[in-house]
C-alpha cells in the first residue's frame, strides 16, 4: 500500500477526551474514530489490525473444535421472554420497536438466539457435542463508556456456546475453550491469566476471565506470581484429548479479580514474597451455566436410551475490539504504539527520503516489489512529508520493522532498518538490509 493512496488522518495532538494511552494512541494513528458515545468508525488502520485480531481468534477457535456461524445483530424480545432475560438485562439493553410494533432489541450477547437455532435443528444425542461461535457486533448501552474500544457500546465480540450431553462433556469442552483462550492472547504477543470470577447477567457457577495485567484495567487482581511464567499450552496439543492438566496448572494457584477476592485466602495461599496487586483487563471470560438457557427454552435431545436429554451449555467470549485497545497498552512508549507482528496493520514501513528524486524512487519501487513478493505486508510512504515527519508518524503507528531509503544511502547501496521495539538504526547493504526484514517478520508471525 501507498501510503499517498491510503487513508490515514493521523492527529498531532492528544485529544482532550482520550483518557488512557491506548485510546489517545488510536485516535492520534487514526485507527478509530469516533462517531456517538462509545460508538466508533474503524478507519484503515485500525480494521486491519481488528482484522487480524478477528484470524488469530478463529484460528484457534477453529483448532479447538468450534464451527463459525454468523447470527443478526438485531434479536427478538420474545426469545429473550422464553429465557427470562428480557426483563432481567435492564438498562443495558438497547430495546427498539419495529413498524409492526413488535419488541426487537440489538443484541448484547446470544444465549438464546443460538439455544433456539439449537432447539430446531438438533435431534439426536448423536450430533453432540456442538460448539457453534460467531464473530459479531454487539450492543450494550453502558452507563460509562470510556477508554475508546475497551469499554464501548458496540463492540466485536467472538461468543461461542457449546452443547454437550453430559456435564463431564461439558467440563471438558470448558476446558478445551479455556487452553484455546491462552493460544489465543500469547498469539497476540500478551500475556493472559484466567482468574475466577462472577458470572453476572450470564449465570452459572463455573467461570473465568483472561485478564491482561495494565495499568490502566478496570479491575484490581490479585495472583501468584507464578502464573505470570507458566507455559500456554503448544499449537500441536490435542484439543480432543485431555486438557484437564493445562487447566490445573493455571488455577490451582490463586488468582481472582476484586469482585470475589478473599483476602484471607489470598494471604494463606500465596506467600508474600509471591502477592501480586496489580491492574487487569479483561479480554475474554468463559461460563459454564448447565441448562439455564436449554432447559428454560426446552432445547432437548434424543438420548442414547431414547429418554429426552437437554443439553449441558456453556458460552465462551473474546472482546476482539477490546483486544485492540489492550495490545496497545501492553505495548507502546513514548513515540507511540509497537506492534506485534501478528498483529500489526503491516509488517513493514517503507520510508522514501526525497520523493520525487528518481534514484531514491527507484530503490524504494523495488524494495517495495520485492518485499511485497516476499508476501510482506508493506505500507511505503511515498508522500513529500519532510523527514522528521515521517519517523514520527512511522513510530506512531508502530509498525515493527522500517526499511528507510535515502539519497545519500542509494548512492552508496545502503538502506536503514529500524525495529519499532528496539532503539537504534542500523545501516546495511540494501540487499542485506531486505533480507534480514524479511526474516525477522517470518519468525515473529507466529509467538504460540
Ligand atoms: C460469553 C459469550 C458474555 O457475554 N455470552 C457470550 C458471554 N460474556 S461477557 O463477559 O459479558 O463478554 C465477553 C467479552 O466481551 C468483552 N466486552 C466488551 N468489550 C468492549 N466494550 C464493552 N462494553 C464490552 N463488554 C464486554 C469483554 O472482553 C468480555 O470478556
Known sequence: ???????????????????????????????????????????PLGLRVLKKIEGIVREEQNRAGAVEILMPTIQSADLWRESGRYEAYGKEMLRIVDRHERD?????????????????????YKDLPKNLYNI???????????????????????????FDLTKEDARATYQRMFAAYLRTFARMGLKSVPMKADTGPIGGDLSHEFIILAET????????????DERVPPADTDFFGDLSGVVENWTSRYAATDEIHDAAKFENEVPEAKRVTARGIEVGHIFYFGTKYSAAMGAKVQGPDGQLVTPEMGSYGVGVSRLAGAIIEASHDEAGIIWPVPVAPFEVGLVNLRAGDAATDGACADLYNKLQAAGVEVLYDDTDERAGAKFSTMDLIGLPYQLIVGPK???????????????????????AGLNQVIAAVQSQRILA
Open 409 to 431: 544511502g542509494v548512492k552508496n547501496g545502503e538502506v536503514e532498518i529500524k525495529a519499532r521495539a528496539g532503539a537504534e538504526r542500523e545501516t546495511l547493504g540494501i540487499e
Open 1 to 43: 500500500m501507498h501510503l499517498s493512496r491510503f487513508f490515514m488522518p493521523v492527529l498531532r495532538d492528544t485529544p482532550k477526551e482520550a483518557e488512557i494511552i491506548s485510546h489517545q494512541l488510536m485516535l492520534r494513528a487514526a485507527m478509530i474514530k469516533q462517531s456517538a458515545a462509545g460508538i466508533y468508525s474503524w478507519l
Open 104 to 124: 426487537i432489541l440489538y443484541g448484547p450477547t446470544a444465549e438464546e438466539v443460538v439455544t433456539a437455532i439449537f432447539r430446531d435443528s438438533v435431534r439426536s
Open 217 to 228: 484495567g478496570e479491575s484490581e487482581v490479585f495472583l501468584h506470581k507464578d502464573l505470570l
Open 136 to 162: 459479531q457486533w454487539k450492543f450494550r448501552d453502558e452507563i460509562r463508556p470510556r477508554f475508546g474500544v475497551m469499554r464501548g457500546r458496540e463492540f466485536l465480540m467472538k461468543d461461542a456456546y457449546s
